[in-house]
Each structure stands twice: as structure tokens, then as C-alpha cells.
Nanobody, 127 residues
Framework: QLQLVESGGGLVHPGGSLRLSCTAS????????MGWFRQTPGKEREGILCKSDSGSTTFIKSSVRGRFTIVRDDATHTVYLQMNDLKPEDTAAYYC????????????????????WGQGVQVTVSA
């Protein structure tokens, strides 16, 4: 059983940066592919960044490419979402997720093939 706890959400101005954290309060992230998803009211949740358990492959949604980065630190059982140059359209509830032993990170992100979800944190980008 894996429990994911997210932190770091909040209000940020357009063009600003924010870093979200996702920590396994119980269990280890070793052997888990990790991803970040987001959802705005009235829209379906979308996968934006997914990284394989080996760390060798990453899926990045085009809308965040060049601005968002996923970094995993298996020593601290934490995955980070570094968000730069934030835009109002990035406003959403952000969720981290884990999938055991996945190499097809596109499948994880696009099909939301996930074993565990975090509780979600709100990110609001506004002037």
C-alpha cells in the first residue's frame, strides 16, 4: 500500500514559479512510475507529466513542455513538480500518482493507468 501526500500548492502571479511535492508517507517510490495530473472544474483530469520507474523515460504534455519538470528523489521518497512561467490556464487541482513498474509513461498519463493517487493540491495563477 502506498500513501501519497502532496504539498506546495497556492496562489502565484502569472510568470511566477511554484514547486509541488509528493511524498510517500508509507512505503517507497522505488519501482513506481510517477506522474502529475491536473483538473479544472468542468473538465476531465489530464496527465501532464509522467516518469517511468527507472527514470529513463518521461511523457510531457505539450501545454507544459519547456515550463514544467518532474524530478524524483527515491532517497527521500519524494517526487517534485517544478512549474515555471505559470499561466492563468495552469490554474487547477494538481494530483500526483503512482503506477507499479510501468515503462509506458504515455499510457500512464494519457490513459490514467494509475495504482495510487494523492489527495490533490490547488494551484491558482492570478494577478
Amino acid at each position: 500500500q502506498l500513501q501519497l501526500v502532496e504539498s506546495g500548492g497556492g496562489l502565484v502571479h502569472p510568470g511566477g514559479s511554484l514547486r509541488l511535492s509528493c511524498t510517500a508517507s508509507e512505503g517507497s517510490l522505488v519501482n513506481y512510475g510517477m506522474g502529475w495530473f491536473r483538473q479544472t472544474p468542468g473538465k476531465e483530469r489530464e496527465g501532464i507529466l509522467c516518469k517511468s520507474d527507472s527514470g529513463s523515460t518521461t511523457f510531457i504534455k505539450s501545454s507544459v513542455r519547456g515550463r514544467f519538470t518532474i524530478v524524483r528523489d527515491d532517497a527521500t521518497h519524494t517526487v517534485y513538480l517544478q512549474m515555471n512561467d505559470l499561466k492563468p490556464e495552469d490554474t487547477a487541482a494538481y494530483y500526483c500518482a503512482a503506477k507499479y513498474r510501468i515503462s509506458n509513461v504515455r499510457e500512464m498519463c494519457v490513459d490514467q493507468d494509475v495504482d495510487y493517487w494523492g489527495q490533490g493540491v490547488q494551484v491558482t495563477v492570478s494577478a
